[in-house]
Structures are given as C-alpha cells and as structure tokens.
C-alpha cells in the first residue's frame, strides 16, 4: 500500500499494512536533531503520508521589523521568542471599523498555484489543504482574546457579524482549494485547554458549532474529507463534531483525553491523528518508553483503522533527540 492508501483506509475504518504517520517539527526541534544527528537532511528517513498544502497568500507574511511578522490579514505576531507562531501584538478590528475591515482576497487564484506541481509530484502522498486560523483563532486574532470572550457575553452581535464574514471567507478558501484534487480540507481552531473548552460548551454551541458544520458541509458536499486540529480538553463536544460532519481529529493530546478510550467511545465515527505525547514521553521520557507508546497506539487505536500515529503537535524543542529516533524507528518498522 502506498502512504495515501494507507490514510483512504484508515478513514473508512478499515485496517492498512501499518498505520500511516505523520512528524513535523518546530524550528527548535529541527535544529536540536540535525546536531544530534549531525544530518541536515536528517527527515529523509521519515515515511510521513501526508502532503500539506497551505491557502495562504505567497506573499501574505512580511517581517517589518526585526521579529514581528505580519500576516496578510494585518495581525502582527512577536515571533521574538516563539520563532513558529509568535505573540499577536495589535488589535486589527473593533466594532466600529468591522464593517469596513478590508479582508484579504480568499478568491485570488495565487494561493493555489502551487497545488499542480506538488500534487503531481507527491502522488503517493494524501493531500491536505490546510485552512489555519480558521474560525475561533480568526477572531481572537483580529480583535483580541479578551476582547473576543467578553464579547460573546455582551456584545453577541458584534460576534455574530464578525464570525459570519470569517465563514465567507472560508467557504470561498474550501471552494479554491477544492478545485484541485487535494484529499481533505484541514482546519485549524483551538478551542480547548487543559480541563474543558475556552469558552465553555454553551458558548461554543452558540457561536462555533453552526459555523463550523457550514465549513464542513462544503467541503462534503465537494466530495472530500474533513480534518480538524483542536488543542485541549475538547472530547465534550466530540458528538457534535460528529454531527457536523468531520472525519478527523486532531491533535488528540493523550494527557487531556485517554485514546484508547476515545477510540471505543467514537472511533466507528472519527479518525484520530495524533496521540504521542509531546507534553510528557517525547521530552521527559526514555526510549523505551516512547517505543511502547508507539506500540500501544497503533495496537489499540489503529486497529482497524481509523489513525494516523503523529506526535500530538509538531515537536517542541525540549523533546529529546534520542526519543524522536525511536518513535521514527517504531513507526518505519511496524511489521517486525
């Protein structure tokens, strides 16, 4: 079987050669193995499945002073300490300038150009085209967190509003994106933390969730999959990922929801990819724990199908070379 067979099978719940995986590092964590390794092209031993595809402008990031990066959308982002994601630092929306915010183009065909060569050279490989920030992450970064979770207590249509021009957008990236044979759309939105959801289920029901079944329900009806990455404790609402129609999960961080219960509990529905612990095995483990991890996973949440191994984010700096290696060597030789 090829990487992307591995995946279809997986995502119709049905048992591959070997679990498909997937390993991204953070910037600190490429630099930490190539001088473990001594080898800068250290990922060459790596069977990852997938091929992601971004929906961003080419030009859409532009550093304008040392360190702070903005995005096409005008966030600035201190990336002084955080070198992949940075620190939003500027309020972009208020309610007095949403309806005149100028959005970026979603419709501008350069944010897909790219997607022939690399799908015509990565056949083997399921594509992802990847939606970052897309619903929750969106707001917060346009108007602030704070200003955000106030908001949908007492000023519910200025959320409204705002969210429903984020979904516009959206639905116009799916339909770009889709025009292309990419396997799945991918979304990324953070709604939890460590003990429950951001804004609590009620709230996330009343903004989040019919917006994002509308995002899901385009992309079914284009025919292709639907991937979610969520951080956090957010097994709650789960049933009503369901509902809306997603495929997959992720990051699926095994120190806020047991996978092997997830697995029992909602694995006839939704596919899990993560599940590797970044928070504890990876930097504060052994080798050997990290293979019998490894193991666990695929025995007890990649039996017949629906998984894709992966660390639970991309890797972190403080993760030991040594137990990056060992998870690599885990998932290159299943069979033995």
Known sequence: MTPRDRVLAALHHEQPDE???????????????????GDPNFEQILRNALLYLNTELPDGWKEITPGIWRDEFGVQWNRTIDHDIGVVCNTCITPDNLSSFQFPNPSDPARFNHY??????????????????????????????ENLLMAMVDQPD????????????????????????????????????????????????????????????????????VSLHSCGCVQSVFPDLIECGLHVFNPFQPEVMNPSEMKKRFGKHLTFYGGISTQKTLPYGTPEQTRQEVRRL????????????????CIPGDAKPENILAMIDELNHQSR
Request: with cysteine; proline share 5%.
């Open 116 to 145: 022939p060569q690399h799908l015509r050279q990565h056949p083997d490989l399921f594509s992802y085209a990847n939606i970052g920030f897309s619903l929750f992450e969106r707001a917060w970064t346009l108007i602030g967190m």
């Open 298 to 313: 695929i025995r007890e949440v990649g039996k017949d199908g629906g998984y894709i191994a992966a660390p639970a984010h």
């Open 19 to 37: 679990t498909p995986y997937q390993i991204g590092f953070t910037q600190d964590a490429h630099a930490s193995m190539v001088r473990h390794t």
């Open 158 to 225: 200025y959320v409204d509003a705002l969210l429903d021009r984020i979904v516009a957008h959206n639905l116009a990236l799916v339909d770009g994106a889709c025009a292309h044979p990419v396997d799945v759309i991918h979304f990324g939105d953070d709604w939890g933390q460590q003990n429950g959801l951001i804004m609590g289920p009620e709230l996330w029901r009343r903004f989040i969730k019919p917006r994002f079944a509308a995002m899901c329900q385009r992309v079914r009806k284009h025919g292709k999959f």
